[in-house]
């Protein structure tokens, strides 16, 4: 997984860029395509939210990264705590209802589809609170849950309405509550 503490960590514009990709492979790389995409593509101003808090956050602008978790809430339905690692290649596919934030990594060509949630373990603020480590090129169906420190490994599919209690082996497919494992990603499954 590529979040695991590089020297030098993309910028905003590099990170918003590289959702962009994802969105648009080989379309437009300016800001004017970035804006253009965000009148129909609502995960594209999803990203511009997550990237800013993400990059406000590692500059110790906590504050400034909160207010933009309520931004997050109003624009979107969608409540993005502060203080992710994130990769680069961000899709938010439909943003309304994803839950995500705090000590949450996830790793590079990610895909979250709607409603999903990675939640802490127990509801009380815990020095020992776990979250979530996503690997990269992992897709994560509509309405998932996330509990705890689970490891999603790479290039993992959670299906939807799964709940994850317990690590996912890499390619591994999983379905249910709790989810149990079902098959296995092919190769040309995987994004590069």
């Known amino acids: ?9 993309p910028g905003f514009r590099e990170l918003v860029f590289s959702d962009l990709e994802r969105y648009r492979p080989g379309g437009s790389h300016s800001w004017l395509g970035v804006l253009s995409r965000c009148l129909t593509i609502p995960g594209m101003i999803a990203s511009i939210i997550v990237r800013a808090q993400q990059c406000l956050f590692r500059s110790g602008h906590v504050r400034f990264a909160a207010i933009l978790r309520t931004v997050g809430v109003v624009l979107l339905s969608a409540d993005f705590g502060p203080g992710m690692q994130i990769g680069k290649g961000l899709m938010i596919v439909h943003p309304v209802g994803v839950n995500i934030g705090y000590g949450l ?7 979250f589809a709607g409603g999903v949630t990675a939640a802490a373990k127990y509801y009380q603020e815990r020095p020992d609170q776990e979250f979530a480590t996503i690997g990269d090129d992992v897709i994560i169906g509509a309405h998932a849950v996330l509990v705890g420190g689970v490891h999603i490994g790479d290039g993992a599919v959670i ?3 799964s709940v994850v209690l317990k ?9 249910g509550s ?10 040309q499954d995987v994004t590069n």
């Open 1 to 9: 997984m590529s979040t695991s503490g590089t020297s030098k960590e």
């Open 105 to 111: 990594r996830i790793g590079d060509n990610v895909t």
């Open 159 to 161: 299906g939807a309405n």
């Open 167 to 175: 690590d996912v082996p890499e390619r591994a497919v999983v379905f």
């Open 178 to 187: 709790p989810a149990r494992q079902v098959g296995m990603r092919e190769d």
